[in-house]
C-alpha cells in the first residue's frame, strides 16, 4: 500500500512509502518542545509574519499518548481475529448461499482496520517529519512501523485469497446490492492477480520490508538531513543551502553549489551502496512477480499503461529543443552570458522583484485564486490554515521539501511546506494546496477507494498552480511584469516536466544497468549527467561536479519511477485548463467530481466528460504546446521590450 506522502523537491513532488497508508496523524506542539530558539522565531516572523504550525492533537496528544498504545492493541487484537475468522474460507465464503452479504462483512472489518493502521502510521510519519533528530520522534516511528508490519502481515491473506477466486465466483458476489459499492476497489486489486506471488513469498516480503527497503529510506532520510554545508563561513542544512541557488548573487550560488558538491562527494560512497542496494531489491521483487520492464510495477501501481508512458516520454524528449534548450539560451542573454553554470538554471532574472511575500500575502493569493475559479474550493481549503493543518516555517530537524498527506477519511490532510518568501513558495503553496483538497474530496470514498493513482494525484495540486500563476498574470501591469511572471512560469513547468522525465530517464539507465551488475559512483554520474546534457541543452554548462547531484534527489530512493507523474499531471492539467478557459457553466462541477472520485475510475473514464484521453498520443503534444506557446510570447516580448537584461 501507498502512503501518499507527498514530497516537493527542486520544485517537484514524490511519494514516500511506507508498508501501510498513513493517515491523519498527530501530537500537540506543545508536546514536542520549543523547535526554534526565541531569535530564530523572531526572525522568520519579523520578515515573513507568523506562520502556522501543526496542530496533530485530532489524532493523539503525544507520543506517549495512551489511546495511541491502546489502538495499536485494538489493531493487533482485531487483525488477529479478522485472520482467524477468514483465512482460508474466502473461496468457500465466496460459493456459499449467503456469500456476497459474508464477504460485504468482511471487506467493511478490513477497511476499518487499514483506516486504523492507517492513522497510526500517519501519526508516526508525521511526527518524525516535524523533527526527524528528536531521538523520541525517530525510535517511535522506527517503532509504530515494525508493529503495524507485524500487524498487516496478518491482513496479508484476504487480497490474494480474493484474488484466487474465478471471475464468475467474484461476479456472483457482486451481485450482491451492498457488496456492488466495492466493486472499483475489488477490480482494482484484481489487476495485481499476473503478479501476485504465494501467500508464504508474500508475507516474507512484507515482513522483511522493514529492515530491508524501509531500513535503507530511513538511512538515507537521516544522512540527508544531519548533512551540514559551509556557505562563506556559515552551516546550512540542505534546504536553505539549496535555496541559495535562486540568489542574485552569482558568487553566492556558485559558492552554494560548491558546498553541495563537496558535501555530497564526500558521502557519495553511501549513497551509490543506497543506490544499488534498492536497485538490487527492486529487482529481485521484479523478477519474482515476472514484471518485464524495469518501471513495470510502478505502471501497475499507478494504473497506466506501459505504452501511455513511453508516448509521454518519447513527446517530452522531442519537444527538449523547442522547450528548455529555446528558454535556457533566451535566459543566457537576459544573464549577459554564453552559455550558464549549471548553478545559475534558477537563478533570478536580472530586473526580476526580489521582495520576500508575507506568509499572509501567499495566504490570500492562493486563496483568492481558489474563490476565482469556485467558492467551494475556497471553502475547502481555508481550514488548512485555521485548524493547524499546514506547517510552513523552516526550523532544524524538519523533513525538507513540501508535501501534502492524506491520512485516513476519518481524519483530515495535512500540508508541509519550508516557506522562505519566494514566487516559488507561494507556488508549493498552491501546489500542496491542491492536493489537500483532492484528499478531502476523496475522502469519502473511504480507506479502501480514496487514494488516487501518483498521476491523477498530480492533477489538482497542478491546477491550483495554474489557477494561482493566471491570477497574477492578469494583474501584471506591464509588459516587463508579464514577461518576468512567464518566465517564472515556464521555470517551472520545465521543472515540472522536462527535468522530471529527465529524472526517469535516469532512473531507467540506472536500473537497467543495475541488472547488469553493480554500479560505481563513476557510472552513476555519468548517467546523471548524459540525461541532463540531452535535457537542458548547449545553453548550460555539465560543470564536472554537477554529476553527483543525482545523490540527493529523495525521488530515486523512495519511490523509484514516481517522477513522470509530474509531467503527466502538467500535461493533463494544460489540456483540462484549455477547456476550463473555453467552457461553459458546469466545467467546476465535473472536476469536483473527478476529484471525489478517487480511486474508484481509471484515468480514461475521468477525463472523458472533459473530452480528453491521454491513451491518444496527440494528447501529449497539446499539453506540451502550451508551454511553447508561453516561450514564443517570451520571445515576442523580448523583442518588443529589449529583453530584461540586467
Known sequence: ???????????????????????????????????????????????????????????????????????????????????????????????????????????????????????????????????????????????????????????????????????????????????????????????????????????????????????????????????????????????????????????KRKTAATAVEGVLKDNLRLFTQITNTLAKDKEIADRWRSFEDVADSRHLSNRVERDVVEALVEAVRGKYSSMSHRYYSLKAKWLGVDQLNYWDRNAPLPKDNE???????????????YEGFSPKMREIAEPFFERGWIDAPLRPGKAQGAFAHPTVPSAHPYVLINYQGKPRDVQTLAHELGHGVHQVLAGKQGALMAPTPLTLAETASVFGEMLTFKTLLEKAKTDQERQLMLAAKVEDMINTVVRQIAFYCFERKVHEARREGELTSDQLNEFWLDVQAESLGPAIAMNEGYGVYWSY????????????????????????????????????????????????????????????????????????????????ELEALDAKTGGLQG
Open 355 to 369: 521582495r520576500e511575500i508575507p506568509w499572509a500575502e501567499a495566504k490570500e493569493t492562493v486563496l483568492a485564486a
Open 553 to 632: 534527489v529523495p525521488h530515486f530512493i523512495h519511490a523509484p519511477f514516481y517522477v513522470y507523474a509530474y509531467a503527466f499531471g502538467d500535461c493533463l492539467v494544460n489540456s483540462l485548463y484549455a477547456v476550463y478557459s473555453q467552457a461553459s457553466d458546469g466545467f467546476q462541477e465535473k472536476y469536483f467530481d473527478m476529484l471525489s472520485a478517487g480511486g474508484t475510475k481509471h484515468h480514461k473514464d475521468l477525463l472523458a466528460p472533459f473530452g480528453l484521453d491521454a491513451s491518444d498520443p496527440s494528447f501529449w503534444n497539446k499539453g506540451l504546446s502550451v508551454i511553447e506557446s508561453m516561450i514564443d
Open 1 to 251: 500500500m501507498n502512503s501518499g506522502l507527498i514530497r516537493r523537491f527542486d520544485g517537484k513532488v514524490s511519494s514516500i512509502e511506507a508498508v501501510t497508508k498513513p493517515e491523519a496523524g498527530g501530537v500537540s506542539l506543545p508536546a514536542f518542545g520549543p523547535v526554534l530558539s526565541m531569535a530564530e522565531e523572531a526572525g522568520a516572523e519579523a520578515t515573513l509574519g507568523e506562520m502556522p504550525v501543526w496542530d496533530l492533537s485530532d489524532l493523539y496528544d503525544g507520543p506517549s499518548s495512551e489511546t495511541l498504545k491502546s489502538d495499536l492493541e485494538a489493531a493487533a487484537a482485531q487483525a488477529s481475529s479478522f485472520q482467524n475468522s477468514y483465512k482460508t474460507k474466502i473461496k468457500d465464503i465466496a460459493t456459499g448461499a449467503d456469500g456476497g452479504e459474508t464477504l460485504l462483512g468482511a471487506i467493511k472489518e478490513y477497511e476499518e482496520l487499514n483506516d486504523k493502521l492507517g492513522r497510526i502510521a500517519s501519526y508516526g510519519q508525521l511526527l518524525y517529519s516535524f523533527d526527524n533528530q528528536n531521538p523520541i520522534h525517530a525510535k517511535l516511528h522506527g517503532d509504530l512501523m515494525e508493529r503495524i508490519t507485524m500487524i498487516s502481515s496478518d491482513l496479508l491473506f484476504f487480497g490474494l485469497e480474493l484474488n484466487r477466486l474465478s471471475d464468475e465466483e467474484i461476479e456472483r458476489c457482486l451481485a450482491h446490492e451492498g457488496l456492488s459499492y466495492y466493486r472499483p476497489w475489488i477490480e482494482d486489486l484484481r489487476i495485481e492477480r499476473p503478479y501476485q506471488l504465494s501467500d508464504d513469498l508474500e508475507k516474507l516480503f512484507h515482513d522483511k520490508s522493514v529492515v530491508g527497503r524501509g531500513a535503507w529510506s530511513r538511512l538515507f532520510n537521516e544522512t540527508m538531513t544531519a548533512l551540514r554545508f559551509d556557505v562563506d563561513g556559515e552551516t546550512l542544512a540542505l534546504e536553505p543551502t539549496l535555496n541559495l541557488l535562486q540568489s542574485r548573487d552569482a558568487e
